[in-house]
Structure formats: C-alpha cells, structure tokens
C-alpha cells in the first residue's frame, strides 16, 4: 500500500516512493495497522518551514475574525466526525470510544478550539498597554513565524498538535501550525488535518495556516528547531527528546515550551488519613488507575508519615490495585517500561504492596503496581525513586515522623502538580504550613483535597512548573488566554503616528471588549481625548 | 595595598590573601587606579548562593511593603551620596559627572528604584486571575531563589547589577541579587552595595537580599549560572560573554534574560530627506555621538535611498563627525576594537566619510566614525556589514531604489530598535507600509521620526527584541511592570482553602488597588460574595 500524504503547503503531497515509512500498531490487539506513514526527508522539511512563514506572515496582518472564524469552523468539523474520529482514534490508541474520546476528550477539545476563537476575537492575550503621556504604546504580538506543535501519545485530540491546546494558542495568536503527528496515532492526525484543511477554506486563512507530518530523523528535526524561519516550538513527550530539541532550540535564543515529566506528589496528612483512609485510597487508586495511567498529572508519588491510619491507607490501596485488571497501553514499549521502573525501585528497596492482574488477552497491556518504601531509603537516593512510571503506578513514601517527610519534601524535584489532603479540623495545619513552603515553589499546581489528573481549561489554570515539568515557569499549557501569551512578541511602538497604529493600540478600543492598561488602569474604555 | 572585601551573607569578607585581584583604570587618564578588587573564589560562590537561597526563602513569604520600603530606602541613600558617587563613577568610567551621571543617570536610577518600590507595593505585576467557578486562582509568584544581575559598562547606575533595573525588577518581586559588579566600576559598585545594606537594616529584610562580588572565573560563573540554588539570571553585555553563560542556565531549564548586541537601524526615507536633510543629519550626529555613542540603543546602521536629499544628509553627517572631538571609552579595549571595526569594514567595501579628531589626550579615546555603503555592496555581505560598532560609529547603506532597500531590511538581524524617518506630507507612506512589515519583527521597539537613544521608564515601554538583541521576545528590560514579569513563576491555587490563600488571591483585594482578573473582567474589587 502505498504510504500516506503529508500535507505540505496546501496539498497533500506523497513522499517519492524510496522514501523511509512507519506502521502504526492497534494497541488493543497488538497488530501492526495495514496503513503505513512516510518519515519526511530533508526537502520536505523545507517546503513545511518555507510555506509556514509565508502562511505566517500572511496570518500575522489577518483580521482576528477570519482566524476566530477557521477555529470555530474546525471544531464544528471535528465535532460533526466525531464518532468517525473516536473509533480511529480508539484503534490506534486503545483508549475506549466511550466515555473518553467521544465524551470527554474530543468536546475538550473542540471547547479549546472555541475558547481560543474568542480570546482571537477579544484579543485580551495581547495585553495592549499605553501611555499617553510618553506615547509609548505596547502589545504581544504574534511572532511572524510558524511555530511547530509535536504532541504526546497521549491525548490524540486534546494535545495533538493539529488540533491541541499547544496548536490552538498558536493559531489564535496568528501562527501557522507545523504540526508533527504522535507516530502512534497517524491515521488520527491525518484525518484531523483534513478537517482542519476544509476550514480554512471556510474562513479565508492560507491554506498552509495548517500543515502536518508524521516522523523525521532527529538530525531533521533538532535542524528544524534551529532554522531561522521557525518561530517557536510547544513539545509534549519524552524527556530524552525534548532536551534535544530544546538544546537546538536554545542555541539560536528561540521560544520553545516544553512539558516532559512529572511525578505529582500527593501528600496524605495524618490527620486526613485519620478521618477517612480507606475512601482516600479510593478516591487516589481511582485516580492512578483511570485511563490506565497515562496522564501528565498522574499521581505517581505519595507522601505519608507511618502509622496505622497509614497502613489502612495502604491496605485498601494495595487491595484495589491487585484487584485491577490489566490496562492497555499507547505504544508497544511502555508495558514493559513500567515493568523495568517496577523491578528497579524493588532493587533499590521499595516494596511491591500491590500488583494488577497479569495480563492474558492480546495487546499492549501493563500490570498496575503500587510500591511503598521508607522515609530514610527514599533519602538514600532520592533521584532514583522519582523516576516517572508512566502509566498505572505509584510509590508511596512513608515518612517516620514530620521531620523525616519535610527531609522528603526538601528533595523532591519539579512537578505539574502538588497536592495535599489534610484534616477538615485543622490538626494538620501546621504540617501543612510547615510543607508547602517547601514543594510549593516547585509545581505549578498547588491542590487541596483533591487528585490532580483533572486539568480544567479555565483562565486561571496553570498546567506548567520548572524544567523539566515544564519549559519555562512564567507560562502555562493550558488556560486561555494564558497559554496563548507564550507566543507573543512584545512590541513598542515609540512616537508612531496613530494612523500608523495597530488596531488594538488606536485610541478607540476596536471592539468595545478588549482590556487595555491605559495609563494604569486596565479598561475597556477608548483612550480619553 | 588590601583587595576590597566582597559583600556576602551580610558581611564584608576579605579574599584570601593569595586571591588573584584585579585594578580597575582611569579611562580619562589611561593611568590604572589604586585599588584592588578580588577574583572570587568557588567557596565564595559557594556562600553567595547559600545566603541568596536562605535570603530569598525569607523574601518570598516577606510583606511587599518592607520590601518596597527597602528599595525606597535604597534610593533615599543613593540621593543623599549623589555628589559622592557621581565623582566616583566619573573617575572609573571617564562619564561626566555633568549632566550624565548627576543629572540624568542617577535621578533616573533613583526614580527605577521608587517605580519598582510602588510596583511591589500594588502587586500588580502578579497579575492574579481568579475564576470563581472552579475555584482556581493563579499568580506570578518569586521563584525562591536569588537572581544573579551582571550588568554592563556602560550605565555605572541605571544598568549596575546592585542597583540598576535588573536589579529593581528582582528585588521587587521578592528576590534576594547576588551582583556582579562590572570590572569597570567596582568602586562604584561597593559604594552602591554599601548603601544597600543599610537600607536592608532600615526596612528590616535579611542583610543577604544583597551581596556583591566583582568577578569570577569563567567556569566559576557557568557553574553560577547552573546551580540549582539560582532562580534566575539578568545579562547585560558582551555576545560572547552571554552566549555561554545562556548555555549554561538553558541547559538546566532555568530563566535567563539578555541583552547583548543592537545595531538599532534607523531608515530616513526619502520624503523625509526632501524636507529637512541636514537637520536630520544634525540630529542623527548629536543621538550617534552622545555619550561616545556608548548606548545600547545607539544608531548604528542608517538606511537611505540614493539621491541628492541623501548626499545632503550624507555631507551634514560626515562634516559633524569629522568636526567630532575624540570621545572617553569605557575601558581600554573599545578604541581599538572601534578602528578595527572601521577597518574591516572598508576593507569589505565600505567608504570612510567623516572622521572625528585623532585624539592627543592620554586616556582611552576613541575618533568618531562615519560610513557608507551601497545597497549592492551591503547585500554581498549582510552579516559583516551589521557588525556592532560599540561607540561613536555608523554606517549609513545607500540603496539604489526602494526595492534594494528592502532587500537590506530583509537581511537585518535583530535589534532593540527601529526607527523611521518619513515625510510629512504622507509620501513615503506607501515605503513605509512596504518596509514595517519586514522590519517591525525584528526590534523590540518601533519609532517614528525619532532617535532610539532615549529610554524612558515608562510601562509601555519596550527593551528586548528577539535574541541575541533580547533574551525572549516576550518581554522587556525596561518599563515596570512589565520588566518585573521576567522573574514571576506562574502557580495555580487549585481548590486551596480560603485561609490558605496568598493575600492577593483571597476574596478580599488585600490593598483596593491591585488589579486582578476576575471571572473574565479587570477589577480592583473584592471578589463578589
């Protein structure tokens, strides 16, 4: 058969018939899938960078109506297929149709691409700021430049980068998209691009506002993330690429937004555990386990001072657990990858409390496992037992005493997230004062009583931290406008003549909504004359 | 005589006795001074980033107010000693204590420090978003750790790493510095410190908010620069310098802003030579020679089209610089890597038009330098004919007809600055449409019919531009609040209990003044119960 186009300037172009191609597999079967997928040569690589900055800059001088219009028009197209998506989506991931993909996964999705249609429309996200007196007038502005989205495994709709969050801010700030497909979901992305492509014919944007292709080699892709024709970059993936991409990046001073590991620290408080062990286990187990693990925000390290409550704690935990069937997983490596994480922390001496069903039905299937170790073998090398164990696990520390979880807490590295359930009487209080102080600084989310996993598309949400959780800790995935900022260039424009001004910088306010920073006070108001 | 002591932890500490020193010179004079100035140690980093850490830790839960107070403190101090200091930055820089440092940089100084003291007071560089439906709140907050500010040679006051805007910005938002003094100025530098630490007596925040050292191996400040007890780094000076030291901080993911070369391009249009031409010329002598042509946002690259109007200008220009007497540079090496600039660039094909007097003087004195060149000569070469000239030279290219010229502005790298010269009468609109939208990108700010040497501090205003001219294209040295963005780490309060909540989160607006976003709209109200 032959391999897949990629979609290159406006048309979907096949690669020569020696180029490199990829497989996907069916991870509920284990089967590679009959369609194969072409790795882009270097020439390609080209023509995607080449018709993305002319997409680019053609998009940087377009109304944000027309580009709100190609965002709405995209989520109507992908909401109109969207059982024809779930069930590709289903067989290149293993996640199920429902609920997942068709009820929570791809209505997020499209909600993203709406709410990014309106921050387009507002323009809040540029933050436009003046200065009568001096005539100083300041705005983000987008960077003329394509920025390329690579997405994870993960979320084939909500993060994927033709059609995620990461593309979404992008696009609304007036980018072009060079989106490289996960390899693992392929078939999905085409599709996507497809829909995507139909809509900007709809709205009257460049046709190569939108682009996609699957593979490249590393040495293509780390020249693409130095090449000056590219803008920025938003990667969610692996740590072991991302840090190349980001050296390549770095090199050349250019944006680039990263999200790469996170072990989400839990921390259950004495007095919490005393008030209910048993339904926190549940409530945690329920977490770890849901979508077979494979969330960014998993809850993958607990943190507890011993105790019996504690042990309650572990034993329901350690029961729902040994009680889990076998998951399946997003690609062919990651069961065994859990194993090997498994095997590794028992040699350095965590114990197995908890082990899910050994699987017996075909596929990519991994066992759930849930580990515990003590406080002081945690603090003999606690680098080792922060390793990420990406899908259905958890290591629970259990401290002897608050001291020894503070000694914890003060080596724990960055996060997405931190979390902490403590007693409704206060008896945890100062243990909480004494603790969050400590992690606080090294997430980008701070919960209460409450499982990470859920990540709200909401203003305030901060889906972000230090490296390596995240790219930079000024800024944030998810949350609009937030997210959208990370692509904006801050431009003055120092004495300019106002028919000369951009819109939203004019001293009548464009649209009646859009808040502006008018000498210190934020309005909606025009600039008085 | 005894190296000056550095100021770590609160004290002044004496280097070991067989410390390498160094003597700063007397750029009027050429003669060396008499005091000597210890290369730190590795165990002094050691304790500069042991006290910045603890410091800092203390700074990030202190009220804003006794931070503000600080700084505000800081500036009483520096006003007091103006006379003092302005004669001792004049003797170590060779700037003139009048107008420059007593009248401009000092006040100007002074005035950051208020600015950013009524910043951290307001909070608003916090930029709170509260969304009352799912109870998430988020914030910049301090990273946690200090900032490490090396600033340049050529603002003794307003750019220094003890008290210059890097400075302010870090303070201000709840940062401990550890400065690097310029080696140029550390006499100035410890006077400055000096003052500092009585004002963290006089406002009651910890003795090591402050610390100062003077200059370092370069492994030494790489391995500064990727410690992870820093939080964050300010960069002003050298590309080569700030190459490797952004290497060392992008390695470990930790924030690093820079500000490291400019030409700042500046394009007179025809229309605009036509009206005035040899006033334009006058202005653009008087903007290029000021200060020995010492600034960042120096005008550095002139584009003009041919024609008489431009042979005008071109006449006027180079009878002023040849008319210029030489200049006082910063330190020894810049008159000669000034001529060597001019040299190469005759030798690539430029024409020498106007040279300033040869100096007889003793000090480090540098001859004015005025160039040209043809838009072919230019295009032949780009990159070699953008070379910084740092100091009191320019090169004016001379295209053919409009098209050259933007082929030129297409070939510009990135700069702090651009500025455009254009008829009155509107008749270079249609140029100056033609050419904004290839230049605008590059520069951090745009100006019309105005030199790029002032730099107001104003919140609109604009210092940065895309690398290596700016370190992130998203923000800016200059202008509060903005700048003080730079060094925010963005956390979400995720159903955090309403006691638990930082004050500028909380329902309650804690001062009536701070603006927050809440539930979509700009408010300095309470969140409504």
Request: glycine residues 10%.
């Amino acid at each position: 058969m032959t391999a897949h186009p990629m979609l290159i300037a406006g048309e979907w172009r096949s690669a020569p018939a020696d180029a490199s191609t990829f497989q996907p597999s069916n991870p509920s079967t284990g089967e590679l899938l009959p369609d194969t997928y072409p790795v882009a040569s270097s020439a390609e690589i080209d023509a995607l960078l080449d018709a993305g900055l002319s997409a680019s800059q053609t998009l940087a001088e377009t109304d944000p109506t027309a580009i709100a219009a190609f965002l709405e028009a995209y989520a109507d197209g992908i909401a109109a297929a969207t059982d024809e998506l779930a069930a590709l989506a289903s067989t290149e991931t293993g996640l199920p149709v429902k609920p997942r993909l068709e009820v929570v996964e791809i209505p997020r999705t499209t909600g993203q691409l709406r709410q990014a249609a309106a921050a387009a429309r507002a323009g809040d996200w540029k933050q436009p700021v003046i200065d009568t007196a001096n005539n100083l007038r300041s705005q983000l502005e987008p960077l003329g430049k394509p920025v390329l989205v690579i997405g994870p495994n993960n979320f084939p709709f909500a993060f994927n980068g033709i059609a995620g969050g990461d593309f979404a801010a992008a696009i609304a700030t007036g980018h072009a998209v060079i989106a490289k497909a996960h390899p693992a979901h392929p078939g999905t992305s085409k599709r996507l691009a497809e829909i995507a492509l139909a809509a900007t014919a709809t709205a009257g944007v460049p046709t190569a506002t939108i682009q996609l292709y699957y593979r490249s080699s590393h040495a293509e892709g780390h020249r693409m993330a130095s090449d000056p024709r590219l803008g920025a970059i938003g990667f969610t993936g692996s740590e072991g690429a991302g840090r190349k991409i980001k050296a390549a990046a770095d090199a050349v001073g250019k944006p680039a937004y990263f999200e790469l590991s996170s072990v989400n620290p839990v921390a259950f408080l004495p007095g919490a555990l005393a008030e209910k062990a048993a339904d926190l286990a549940t409530e945690f187990s329920g977490s770890c386990l849901l979508g077979t693990g494979q969330f960014c925000t998993n809850p993958g390290l607990l943190l507890t001072i011993a105790g019996a409550d504690t042990e309650t704690f572990l034993t329901t935990a350690a029961a729902n657990f040994n009680a889990a069937p076998s998951g399946v997983m997003l690609v062919p490596s990651l069961p065994g990858e859990l194993d090997a994480s498994v095997k590794a922390l028992v040699a350095d001496g965590a114990e197995l409390m908890g082990r899910g069903t050994q699987p017996t039905e075909p596929g990519f299937r991994a066992q759930p496992a849930l580990l515990r170790v003590s406080g002081a073998t945690f603090l003999g090398d606690p680098k080792a037992f922060q390793r990420e164990m990406f899908g259905p696990g958890a290591l629970v520390v259990v401290a002897a005493d608050a001291d020894e979880l503070a000694a914890v807490a003060e080596h724990l590295e960055s996060s997405l997230t931190a979390s902490f359930y403590s007693a409704s009487d206060g008896s945890d209080d100062a243990l909480y004062d004494r603790l969050v102080p400590i992690i606080a600084a090294k997430a980008g989310r701070l919960l209460n009583d409450k499982m990470p996993t859920g990540v709200a598309v909401s203003p305030a949400m901060v889906h972000g931290g230090p490296f390596p959780a995240g790219g930079h800790p000024g800024f944030t995935a998810v949350g609009i406008p937030a997210s959208l900022r990370r692509f904006g260039a801050l431009r003055c424009y120092d004495n300019v003549r106002a028919g000369r001004l951009p819109a939203t910088l004019q001293d009548k306010n464009p649209n009646g909504v859009i808040w502006r920073l008018i000498d210190g006070t934020w309005t909606q108001a025009d600039v008085a004359s």
